[in-house]
């Protein structure tokens, strides 16, 4: 799997967006990029993914950039229910499972 | 849709012992996979099971087992107990194999080992 870097922690606003960056320079053609959560002590949570096309749900937006060697996941609207650990993983071709880095502690304040 | 569900979610144990877990998937999903999630290495891959076989494997040493039943429902067993196996040991279903699919986790059982 491609590895990914993203901040160790971010702060956020209730109600307003939130946007997580993920690095994944040596990404390559046929792996995805997924985003996963988790709070605190629950399994973690399948949030979006994508291939080259920004996507969107009912939960996040997926920006990749058009060399795809970088995502932005946007949660519109955060709130406080949004405090939790995102984690950027990228997966493909010949990888089986998924490989979760330290991720980005996301806390939305009031 | 019923979740993942793992029980027990609380288990104590003591060295030396053996532990056996359990992951019911979601209806209709095949593909049973298990993690190891500790404070010092985070989540780690432990195994996943499709179709009753085994078709991936971590980095784990040979005291982690696993099995998969006929109906997707996967049991894991850790034996002889090491003090550094107090974990949260989460598993995670998906419709075919883990590859090409987003995982969906249960809420994890949480293992003490004393």
């Known amino acids: 799997d491609a590895k990914t870097t993203q901040p160790p922690s971010m702060d956020c606003a209730e109600g307003r967006a939130a946007n997580l960056p993920c690095n994944h320079s040596?990404?390559?053609?046929?792996?995805?990029v997924y985003w996963y959560r988790q709070i605190h002590s629950q399994g973690p949570q399948y949030i979006i993914h994508?291939?080259?096309n920004n996507e969107t749900n009912e939960m996040a937006s997926l920006i990749i950039t058009e060399d795809r060697k970088s995502s932005t996941l946007i949660l519109p609207h955060a709130t406080l229910r949004d405090t939790a650990v995102y984690y950027c993983?990228?997966?493909?071709?010949?990888?089986?499972?998924?490989?979760f880095g330290s991720g980005t502690q996301l806390t939305v304040l009031p | 849709k019923a979740g993942v569900t793992q029980t027990p979610r609380y288990l104590i144990k003591t060295r030396g012992q053996q532990v056996t877990l359990s992951c019911s998937p979601i209806?209709?999903?095949?593909?049973v996979s298990w993690y190891q999630q500790t404070p010092g290495q985070g989540l780690q891959f432990l195994f996943e099971?499709?179709?009753?076989?085994?078709?991936n494997k971590g980095n784990f040493p040979g005291r982690f087992s696993g099995r998969q039943f006929s109906n997707s429902r996967s049991e894991m067993n850790v034996s002889t107990l090491e003090l550094g196996d107090s974990a949260l040991y989460l598993c995670?279903?998906?419709?075919?194999?883990?590859?090409?699919?987003?995982?969906?986790f249960g809420p994890g059982t949480r293992l003490t080992v004393l």
């Open positions: 995670a279903s998906s419709p075919g194999l883990a590859t090409y699919n987003e995982q969906f």
């Open positions: 040596t990404i390559s053609g046929n792996e995805y």
């Open positions: 994508g291939l080259k």
């Open positions: 993983i990228v997966r493909g071709g010949s990888a089986r499972q998924l490989t």
């Open positions: 209806s209709g999903h095949r593909s």
């Open positions: 099971y499709f179709s009753e076989t085994q078709r």
